[in-house]
């Protein structure tokens, strides 16, 4: 146990995100993880479904710079002849997991994934084995923005250096997507411009874009931060996409912020377990207990 007088630093925590884009909502976590906004915690791994996501160049330029990989669902079908979908969501999985994240966030990740990719998050099924992949071809790198990301398991020293979770999970790791609609409206792909027509044709008065857990059901997880976003009269489609993306990236680090305290409050318990479990004291041999109250007995018939 530490003196009273000492302070314990906590461990940074380790974040992963997955993107396709532009990477404005990596973006705003990325600065708010340098204030007290999201406090010990560090952007370790950023996985694209896109070579060309600006999101890459973003994770490059951060200080320290961010280890990225490129696993596209197209390349990754081609390279590995045969597997399917599920494969494919098996393979991101495993990418996250060497990454040894605290959470997982979904942020612009325009892909949406199988039961297999939360079944290995969830620790209830094993990863797949890293596949022997042909070396890209030419054709690969031309279209890669940055065609030598490195791979999950080359992560830079600087990102080796900060302490990872325990090597054995524990409990699952916490997924959370950003989804640009109220909860139960406008589920899956293009929200934004459905909303919009729905509301030229008088069926809403204005819509939203929330934070939710990731389940098996698209975009039907428990919301952890919800905001409404007002739809006005005058509004083009563009104005309203401006207004939702400007409330994504306050509520993304928000939901990032509520996961991140999830899982300190669950190291602090498993710590007090094993405190615990450390000063019990050693059950007693039944039959040194046995041997113990026979002597006392013949001690009282000696009487």
């Known amino acids: ?100 994240p605290d959470v997982v966030v979904l942020a612009g990740w325009m892909h949406i994934l199988s039961d297999s990719f939360l079944d290995i998050l969830n620790g209830t099924t094993a990863p797949p084995a890293a596949p022997a992949l042909p070396p890209p071809t030419k054709g690969d790198i031309d279209a890669a923005t940055q065609p030598h990301h490195a791979p999950a398991a080359e992560l830079i020293q600087a990102s080796k250096e900060l302490p990872a979770p325990p090597a054995k999970q524990r409990y699952p790791i916490p997924c959370i997507n950003l989804h640009p609609a109220l909860p139960g409206a406008f589920d899956g792909a293009a929200a934004i ?14 819509t939203g874009a929330m934070v939710h857990r990731v389940i098996k059901e698209v975009d039907r997880g ?62 007693a041999d039944d039959k040194a207990v046995d041997a113990a109250a026979k002597a006392l007995d013949n001690l009282e018939l000696a009487k």
């Open 1 to 100: 146990m530490p003196a009273l007088h000492e302070t314990i630093e906590p461990r940074i925590k380790r974040i992963t995100v997955l993107i396709s884009g532009s990477g404005s909502n990596l973006q705003a976590i990325l600065d708010a993880s340098l204030t007290a906004k999201l406090p010990n915690a560090q952007v370790t791994y950023v996985l694209s479904s896109r070579s060309n996501a600006y999101g890459l160049e973003r994770a490059r330029k951060a200080n320290p710079a961010i280890p990225t990989s490129v696993c596209a669902l197209k390349t990754f079908l081609n390279r590995n002849p045969g597997s399917s979908r599920v494969d494919y969501d098996a393979e991101v999985a495993r990418r996250v997991l060497d990454s040894r």
């Open 222 to 283: 428990e919301p952890l931060v919800v905001r409404e976003v007002e739809i006005k009269k005058e509004d083009t489609l563009e104005d309203l996409e401006a207004r939702i993306h400007s409330i994504e990236h306050e509520i993304i680090v928000e939901g990032t912020r509520l996961l991140l305290e999830e899982i300190t409050k669950l190291e602090a318990e498993d710590e007090n377990e094993d405190e615990d479990e450390a000063e019990a004291p050693a059950p």
């Open 193 to 206: 411009p459905r909303a919009f027509e729905a509301f030229q044709k008088g069926e809403v008065a204005n």
